[in-house]
Each structure stands twice: as C-alpha cells, then as structure tokens.
Antibody, heavy 123, light 111 residues
Framework: EVQLLESGGGLVQPGGSLRLSCAGSGFTFNMHAMSWVRQAPGKGLEWVSTISDSGGTTSYADSVKGRFTISRDNSKNTFYLQMDSLRAEDTAVYYC????????????????WGQGILVTVSS | QSVLTQPPSVSGAPGQRVTISCTGSNSNLGAVYDVHWYQQLPGTAPKLLIY???NRPSGVPDRFSGSKSGTSASLAITGLQTEDEAGYYC???????????FGGGTKLTVL
C-alpha cells in the first residue's frame, strides 16, 4: 500500500523558515516525480512545486518561486520543501503527492496524497 | 482567481445525475495535456477520481465519468449518493504558466 507521511509543519513568524518532509513507502520512490500542493483555510487546491524522479528537474509556482526549494533524497525515500521568507499568505495545509509517472511529465496527475500538514505563518 | 473555472457549488437529490464543468483556455485544457479530477471529502486529503479525461482508478465507481471538448471539461456523477457530498477539483497543466493548475473547486451537496 502506498503511503505518504508529511512532517515538519507548525507555527512560524513572517520572514521565518520551515522545512517540510514527506516520506514515501509502498512504491518504488526513485521512479516517480513528487509534488507539493497546498490548500489555504477554506480555499481550493494550489500546486506549489514538483521534482523529477532523479531530482534533476524542478518547477515552482510563481507565488513561491525564489523563496521555496524542493529537493529529494532517494536513499531515504523522502523529499522536502524548504520554505524561506514565509508570508502570512503561505498559511495552508501542505500535501505531498505522488506523480503517476516516472520522470517528469507535464500531463501528469497526482495519484496518491499524504494526509497533509498545517503551516501557519503568524506573529 | 483560478486558471480553470468551476462553479462554486452544485446540488442534487439522491439518485439524480449532476455535472460539474471546468472551463479553461488554449494554454491549458485546449493544449495537448489531459484533464484530471479529484474528490475531497470533508476534512480529508484529496483523492484521484478521474485521470486522462475519463479513466477511473481502481475502486472508483463507474457512476463517475469525465469528458472534454476544446477548452472545457466535465465531470458527471450519476445515481447520486449521500457519500458523494464533497469538494471536486479539475486539474491540468498550463503552458503559459509552466506549471500545474487546479480549478477553484466545486462543492457538491446531496439534498
């Protein structure tokens, strides 16, 4: 059974940093691109970032570009989201999601999701 | 404002059929990339419902179906059940934004 488990969320002050982790199991982790998707309180889903299976290709939403960094450690079946210069509008539940294909495919979809972790940016 | 436009809410009685629309543009639904749909039950993570326009993952009932024409897509749910009450999101890729995009979401109420 595919499982994705996020960790590292919490309360942080504006301008601060936080690193989210997502550990995957039940599938061949190094053969799938992985993504972060967030959902602000009472709002819809927003794609944040994707990293290819090898880690060689990454992409970001304009709203986080230059502030967030996605990375992965295939030896640990884990990928990360380093969030710097956090703003109030980054407050959301962050979901890690498994992309359906190996490699990096723009027509891809998110076939498994973690349970989500809350990040709150507030003073 | 979302790149893909969905109605905020739809409703139907048990047993009825409802459709949820998803309207985009030539840079997303009108481009080469497929549309996918997700179901989010209250208080839970999203779940893949339909992929590649009209394919259902294992375990998704055939009451759910999808379609696409030009820059629009639709999700149809037949034989509505109370457990279908949830949020529904369409998703594709946008070539202008160089990223994945979601619709704003539609809340389905089963009366």
């Amino acid at each position: 059974e595919v499982q994705l488990l996020e960790s590292g969320g919490g309360l942080v002050q504006p301008g601060g940093s936080l690193r989210l982790s997502c550990a995957g199991s039940g599938f061949t982790f190094n053969m799938h691109a992985m993504s972060w998707v967030r959902q602000a309180p009472g709002k819809g889903l927003e794609w944040v970032s994707t990293i290819s299976d090898s880690g060689g290709t990454t992409s970001y939403a304009d709203s986080v570009k230059g502030r967030f960094t996605i990375s992965r450690d295939n030896s640990k079946n884990t990928f990360y989201l380093q969030m710097d210069s956090l703003r109030a509008e980054d407050t959301a539940v962050y979901y890690c999601a498994k992309c359906s294909r190996s490699g990096y495919y723009k027509g891809d979809y998110f076939d498994k999701w973690g349970q989500g972790i809350l990040v709150t940016v507030s003073s | 404002q979302s790149v893909l436009t969905q109605p905020p809410s739809v409703s139907g009685a048990p047993g009825q059929r409802v459709t949820i629309s998803c309207t985009g543009s030539n840079s997303n639904l009108g481009a080469v990339y497929d549309v996918h749909w997700y179901q989010q039950l209250p208080g839970t993570a999203p779940k893949l419902l339909i992929y590649g326009i009209n394919n259902r993952p294992s375990g998704v009932p055939d009451r759910f179906s999808g379609s696409k024409s030009g820059t629009s897509a639709s999700l149809a749910i037949t034989g509505l059940q109370t457990e279908d009450e949830a949020g529904y999101y369409c998703q594709s890729y946008d070539t202008s934004l160089s990223g994945w995009v979601f619709g704003g979401g539609t809340k389905l109420t089963v009366l």
